[in-house]
């Protein structure tokens, strides 16, 4: 495992049954600091459960979940997370729901909310401070769920198909809008998603799952240079890494013709 | 330009169908030879109202205050109530056959009760107006606390959020919209309900004891006039609501925080 000696993420043999179905079957990884993490696999592989325990909204049955090599097991708010639904306060503005973790507290004070409008601003939202969210468009409004996360200073973020709902066009702009942000704020990202030309395309490592039971088959290196340009969703690596992927997800369902996917 | 063009003609086509009633009313009247007894022109109606002018004002005064004051009563009581069933299992199930059985009840029935046991004052129309909004506003609030995403729960108990902030910030915002709708509804019935109170305990002077007064009489311009201020009153507690609505929920008039409210970024730098 190419992880450093203190990963800035860590599944410890973490374990997740309900009932007699074995959700997730005893699973380590490692993420380094400011690295960016994707996870794909069919329906049923487990990696929503994987999200839930990360997320720390969810109690694993067994095994640990470290962050800086703190046990977090369980713990809600440790890291950042965000949905497909952008989940936005329909009541609030947009600057009062990227500040929305400082006005939970009632600290959302001059300060937390200049910060916010900084984050609009730098990010493509600084004409819609002041607008209610129903006024924006589904690219807009997942900018501001993540600015919203952005805002909660948490190292780690975990991100659950944020572009799934949005349409082709906007998705590819909204994923290269994603790295630019991710190299500006230096966070750790985990992605789970899909869409593997959405994982390639992104990702510094491909964590590629596999259902019955919900199990990490494999971890893809993406060695693709960066910043990495349109132009590298066509090259000869990334149809390499792609075609690699497909093979380990459609392995053991021949039914499915990979040449569709 | 075309804005103000548009509130116009809002504004036009209510009076041009008042107009139309009013017309048509005294043609009625004159063509078929109504009796007088029978059915008033507008211009007696018009005439009556103006002779027994500080009587039917200050009756409009009584019921709007009966109105106003038991409309909050039961507004607020059935607020309450609706948190208190959305926060706990066993409060729902005791409090919810409560609700339906007052619910079953004809408000003229409670209402003649209410009599023996409030007397003839203020205090048995109020639980009568009250009676009328409690049950609208507990269902649409309930509903309101019900549909709250459970992932929002999710993620702002994950940002840190206690049970007081949850329901401030997140359950509290969103029964607003169900619960103006139970308003709306209520508003024009709670003003009947005044009107059925002051029918049986009718010493309080409102316009639904003038109404009884006048028809009694065989008053009939005066029955009118009456049920001219009634529907008045009706309007009245309708816009009323509105305009409660208008203020406290400016996400769902508009695309943008209003300008004076604290929400609201101003920008020094201008950019």
């Known amino acids: 495992m190419t992880a450093a000696a203190s990963p800035k993420l860590a599944l410890h043999a973490v374990t997740q049954r309900f009932g007699e179905t074995l959700a997730l079957s005893p699973t380590d990884l490692a993420v380094r600091a400011g690295e960016f993490v994707s996870v794909v696999g069919p329906s049923g592989c487990g990696k929503s459960t994987m999200f839930n325990i990360i997320a720390g909204v969810l109690q694993p049955s067994g095994g640990r979940v470290l962050i800086d ?38 600290k959302a004070g001059p300060k937390e909310r200049a910060e916010g409008v900084a984050l609009a601003r ?69 992605f789970v998603t899909h869409d593997i030309d959405e994982a390639v395309f992104l990702s510094d490592r491909v964590v590629v799952m596999s259902p019955r039971p919900g199990r990490i088959r494999e971890i893809i290196e993406v060695p693709i240079p960066r910043p990495r340009p349109v132009s590298a969703l066509t090259s000869p690596l990334f149809s390499t890494i792609k075609q690699r992927i497909i093979d380990l997800i459609y392995e053991n369902s021949p039914a499915l013709e990979p040449a569709h996917v | 330009m075309s ?40 211009m007696d109606v018009a005439n009556h109202i103006a002779d027994d002018w500080p009587a039917l004002v200050k009756g409009f005064g009584q019921t709007f205050m009966e109105f106003l004051l038991g409309f909050l009563a039961g507004a607020i009581a059935g607020f309450v109530f609706a948190v208190l069933m ?26 003649a009760a209410l009599t023996i046991w409030l007397g003839f004052g203020l205090a048995p129309k109020l639980v009568i107006v009250a009676l009328v909004v409690f049950f609208p506003v507990v269902v649409n609030v309930l509903d309101g606390l019900a549909s709250v ?67 009694s009489r065989l008053n009939t311009a005066g029955t009118f006039a009456a049920i001219v201020f009634l529907a008045l009153l009706g309007l009245v507690s309708f816009l009323l609501v509105i305009a409660a609505e208008y203020w406290l929920t400016p996400w769902r008039s508009g695309s943008k925080a209003r300008r004076w409210s604290s929400s609201y970024w101003k920008d020094e730098t201008g950019g």
């Open chain 2, 86 to 111: 959305d926060a706990s299992r066993p409060v729902r199930g005791i409090l919810y056959p409560i609700l339906i059985t007052s619910q079953a009840i004809p408000i003229v029935a409670i209402s």
């Open chain 1, 122 to 190: 730098r990010y493509g939202l600084g004409d819609f401070i002041n607008h209610y969210p129903s006024a924006l468009s589904g690219g807009m409004r997942q900018r501001a769920a993540l600015m919203r996360t952005l805002a909660m200073h948490r190292d780690v973020l975990l991100l659950d198909e944020p572009f799934g709902a949005l349409d082709s066009q906007t998705r590819f702009a909204m994923q290269q809008w994603l790295l630019s942000v991710w190299e500006r704020e230096q966070r750790t990202i985990v």
């Open chain 2, 3 to 42: 804005d103000r063009h548009a509130l116009l003609l809002r504004l036009v086509y209510p009076l041009v169908a008042l107009i139309l009633v009013i017309a048509g009313w005294a043609l009625a009247v004159d063509v078929f030879e109504i009796p007088r007894y029978v059915m008033p022109s507008p």
């Open chain 1, 69 to 106: 090599g703190r046990d977090v097991t369980g713990r809600a708010g440790e890291v950042g997370y965000m949905l497909q639904k952008d989940l936005l306060l329909p009541w609030r503005t947009v600057l009062d729901n990227i500040v929305l973790g400082a006005l939970l507290k009632g």
């Open chain 2, 149 to 215: 995403d459970k992932d929002i729960i999710n993620l702002v108990r994950s940002m840190g959020a206690s049970r007081f902030s949850i329901f401030r910030h997140v359950k509290l915002p969103a029964t607003y919209t169900p619960l103006f709708s139970a308003l709306k509804l209520s508003a024009t019935f709670s003003v009947t309900g005044a009107v059925i109170a002051e029918w049986t305990a009718s010493t309080s002077g409102g316009i639904g004891a003038y109404l009884l007064q006048a028809n």
